[in-house]
C-alpha cells in the first residue's frame, strides 16, 4: 500500500468527520457551504474538463496555459498526479471490463461476495493495487510536454494549495481562525471526501447500474444521478461509445456541466477541435439500452493513442 494512498483518502473521510462535529456544536454557515461548492467545481472541472476530455481523450485543443491551468485543477482534487491519472485512464479504455481493466468491478468471484468484493474494487479498492508496469507506455504525448511534467512533478503543491486557499479565505472573511478551520474543512477536506466518490461512482456505479443505449465492448451505463454529481461524466456508456466526445450528456435532457463548461470556452475562442460524434455515428451504435452485453474476458485492443 502506497502511504500517499493511504493518506489522500483517510485524511478527507476525518475532515468529514470533523465537520459533523462542527456542524452540531456551531451550525453550517453560507460561507461554508460556498466554499465547499466552489472549491469542488473547480477540482472537478479540473478532472472532468481537463485531466480526462482534454489530456486523456483529446476531444478539444486549447491554450498551453489553459491546459496548465486545468491540470493544476485537477491535481487539487487529490485524486492523483496528472501523468498518473492519465496513464491509468487510457489502460482502463484498453482493456475496460476485461480482467486488465485497472478498475472493473467484475471479475471479482461468483455471487453476493464476488459482486461485494467487486464494487469494492472498483470503487476504491484499486487504488490500494500496485501499478501496473510501464504506464508511462500510454502517455508518450504528455511525456514530452515540459508543463505537463512540471504540473505532475508539483503534485503535492497544488494539493496543498486547494486546501489552504479555502482556510486563507474562511479566516479572511470571517477575521477568525476557526473560520480558517472551517474553511479548510469544508472546501478542503471534505470537497475532496465528496469528489474523490464522485469520480470513484464512475468507476463502480456506471459499469453496474443504469442504461446501455450504445455499442461500447463493455458493460458501461448511463447513470443520470452520477451524471450530475460528477458534472457529466455519468453519462458513461456514451464515453465509452464515443471516448473523444467532449460531450458526454448527448441528448438534451443529460445534463453534463463539463460540456457546457467546454461549449463556453469554445464560444469565446479558448476550446478549438471540439469532437464531437455525428448523427450517423449515433445512429450506428444504437442497440437495446435494456439488454446486457457479454463480459468481455479478454482484451486485444490497442493502446488508445493521444488522439483517442
Not at 492519465?86 to 464476488?114: E, I, N, T, W
Not at 500510454?138 to 494549495?161: C, T
Request: glycine share 10%.
Amino acid at each position: 500500500m502506497h502511504l500517499q494512498t493511504i493518506g489522500g483518502i483517510t485524511v478527507p473521510m476525518i475532515g468529514v468527520v470533523a465537520a459533523g462535529y462542527l456542524t452540531w456544536g456551531y451550525g453550517f454557515g453560507w460561507l461554508d457551504l460556498g466554499l465547499l461548492v466552489v472549491m469542488y467545481l473547480v477540482s472537478m472541472l479540473g478532472v472532468t474538463v481537463g485531466f480526462h476530455r482534454l489530456l486523456t481523450h483529446r476531444g478539444f485543443e486549447t491554450t498551453n496555459t489553459l491546459r496548465f491551468m486545468w491540470a493544476v485543477f485537477g491535481s487539487m482534487s487529490v485524486e492523483a498526479p496528472v501523468l498518473q491519472w492519465v496513464a491509468m485512464h487510457r489502460r482502463h479504455h484498453q482493456y475496460s471490463d476485461a480482467p486488465d481493466d485497472p478498475h472493473s468491478p467484475h471479475h471479482s468471484g461468483p455471487g453476493l461476495v464476488g459482486w461485494l468484493k467487486g464494487f469494492f474494487r472498483a470503487h476504491v479498492g484499486w487504488a490500494f493495487e500496485p501499478d501496473p508496469e510501464n504506464l508511462h507506455r500510454y502517455i508518450p504525448d504528455l511525456l514530452k510536454s515540459p508543463s505537463m511534467r512540471f504540473a505532475n512533478k508539483m503534485f503535492a503543491v497544488w494539493v496543498a494549495l486547494g486546501l489552504l486557499i479555502p482556510a486563507v479565505v474562511g479566516g479572511l472573511v470571517t477575521m477568525s481562525w476557526f473560520g480558517a478551520l472551517t474553511g479548510f474543512i469544508w472546501g478542503g477536506l471534505v470537497r475532496v471526501f465528496l469528489g474523490h466518490h464522485a469520480t470513484w461512482s464512475v468507476n463502480s456505479i456506471c459499469h453496474i447500474w443504469g442504461k446501455r443505449p450504445y455499442e461500447s465492448n463493455d458493460l458501461s451505463t448511463n447513470n443520470a444521478l452520477v451524471g450530475v454529481v460528477a458534472l457529466g461524466e455519468g453519462w458513461h456508456n456514451n464515453h465509452h461509445a464515443f471516448p473523444t466526445s467532449a460531450r458526454h450528456g448527448l441528448e438534451w435532457w443529460q445534463f453534463d456541466l463539463s460540456w457546457i463548461v467546454i461549449r463556453g470556452m469554445q464560444a469565446v475562442g479558448l476550446a478549438w477541435k471540439v469532437k464531437l460524434p455525428s448523427a450517423t455515428d449515433l445512429a450506428n451504435r444504437r442497440r437495446d439500452p435494456n439488454t446486457r452485453p457479454p463480459l468481455p474476458t479478454t482484451s486485444d485492443a490497442p493502446i488508445p493513442d493521444a488522439s483517442n
